[in-house]
């Protein structure tokens, strides 16, 4: 299929992340790690809002209290209400920041938030350092905070997603090149096996996932998204206009657009629009946004 990709937010992030589609406001969220900001675009406007935070803001999440939304940062959850910009401390503080940070995270059926770690790769100005190792440790947060270890040993945790059955669950690892799946259920994951290797088209990052089954991967380095069926099989690429993709989520009335985060860090020389928030419209509808249970 031919996509026409238009870039709907020339916002030039230097690493855009966490794409969260917010149906009652008709708006997308997402980040930039490393000038700590959270924007957000009114579809029906075009116009872009940022919110500036006192380090990385890495990933996002919806809550069951319209309104508020879970923040993940680089060493802590937050509240936060846009409508006020009012904060306050979730309680999940990250063991061992700021050697480590949070990375991607998402919001499960059950209306718990998992959330991955890495080596901190963002310095306090915001400027890059070199990512590496394997410190990376994937945590389930339940709505009363409780926090229990998933996975561990990872270099950059990556892509939180389920089926649409809910029964598996895939992530990935940045930097082994590879994609995980497990099963799933209310208990937790277990039974992991790579559903995706290494593949010349960059690394994994951050991925959706669409009504069919279909894992939509953004791929850093590789200018692209894989379209990955159940069975591990590309069933599409998608070519970028520029380098870093990052992460992406379905949104719109009918949840057949595909929104999408870009990096402008480590672009290609001539990537006037690296870092941008991209659209493409699909044949197929995504999956609604879960949300963290609020008790």
């Not at 790579?194 to 791929?219: E, I, Q, V, Y």
């Not at 480590?266 to 006037?272: A, K, V």
Request: glycine share 12%.
């Amino acid at each position: 299929m031919t996509y026409d990709i238009q870039c709907i937010a020339p916002t030039g992030d230097v690493c855009g992340e966490g794409a969260v589609w917010c149906a009652s406001e008709e708006s997308i969220y997402w980040t930039d790690i490393n000038r700590f900001l959270i924007h957000r675009l009114k579809i029906a406007t075009g116009a872009v809002e940022s919110w500036f935070f006192d380090e990385p803001v890495v990933a996002l999440s919806l809550t069951t209290e319209e309104g508020r939304l879970l923040v993940a940062l680089g060493s802590k959850l937050i509240w936060w209400w846009p409508a006020t910009d009012r904060r306050a401390d979730h309680g999940f503080v990250l063991p061992g920041a700021p050697a480590v940070r949070l990375n991607d995270g998402r919001a499960d059926p059950q209306g718990n938030f998992w959330v991955g770690s890495m080596k901190n790769n963002v310095l306090p100005d915001g400027e890059a350092s070199e990512a590496g190792g394997t410190e990376g440790v994937l945590y389930r947060i339940t709505p009363d905070g409780t926090a229990s270890v998933h996975m561990d040993g990872l270099g950059i945790s990556n892509t939180i997603c389920w089926s649409p059955d809910g029964g598996t669950f895939y992530t990935a690892d940045t930097l082994a090149n590879e994609i995980y799946e497990f099963d799933a259920n209310d208990e937790g994951i277990k039974n992991r096996r790579t559903f995706f290797g290494a593949d010349d088209r960059g690394f994994p990052d951050g991925s959706a996932m669409d009504s069919n089954g279909d894992l939509w991967n953004c791929r850093f380095f590789g200018g692209a998204i894989l379209r990955i069926a159940a069975n591990g099989a590309i069933r599409e690429v998608i070519e970028m206009p520029v380098r870093n993709i990052t992460t992406a989520t379905f949104g719109g009335p009918d949840l057949k657009t595909l929104y999408i985060t870009s990096a402008s860090a480590l672009r290609n020389p001539g990537d006037r629009l690296a870092g941008s928030l991209w659209a493409i419209n699909t044949e197929v509808a995504g999956l609604p946004e879960y949300r963290v249970t609020i008790v």
